[in-house]
């Protein structure tokens, strides 16, 4: 399985940016797609997920209501568009990819991860 990930960058307090990760390999439906990030500084945390089966989704809380995870299964990709942009945001986005059905991973389940892909948000 890979995974790559693109779609970071620069972007104002506010603004919008869509994080893109495509997926090759993933021969099973019983996988949970996701997003987590690490900011300098800081440990790494699980942004969003996606059941790749069931399409159930789980949001950090900070990010809920302004980031919204898709998936299509038919591409073997998910998304994150990320509105409302915040400098508390800024941090390296990962895509990864866990094994597991019926509930969303911790950190430590991932079978996967893809390159980081940096956002920044400053004006």
């Given amino acids: 399985v ?21 997926a090759s390999g993933l021969t099973s439906p019983y996988y949970v797609l996701g997003w987590l990030r690490q900011a300098p ?3 790494r945390e699980g942004v ?10 789980k949001y950090l809380e900070a990010v809920k209501g302004r980031f919204t995870i898709s998936s299509d299964n038919s591409k073997d990709a998910v998304y994150l568009q990320m509105n409302s942009l915040q400098p508390e945001d800024t ?29 920044t ?3």
């Fill in 2 to 22: 890979q995974l790559q990930a693109s779609g970071g960058g620069l972007a104002q307090p506010g603004g919008t940016l869509r994080l893109s990760c495509a």
């Fill in 41 to 43: 500084g800081k440990e």
């Fill in 48 to 57: 969003a997920w996606i059941s790749r089966r069931e399409g159930t989704t």
């Fill in 91 to 119: 941090a390296m986005y990962y895509c990864a990819a866990a094994a597991v059905d019926g509930y969303f991973p911790e950190e430590d389940e991932v079978n996967y991860w893809g390159r980081g892909t940096l956002v």
């Fill in 121 to 123: 948000v400053s004006s």
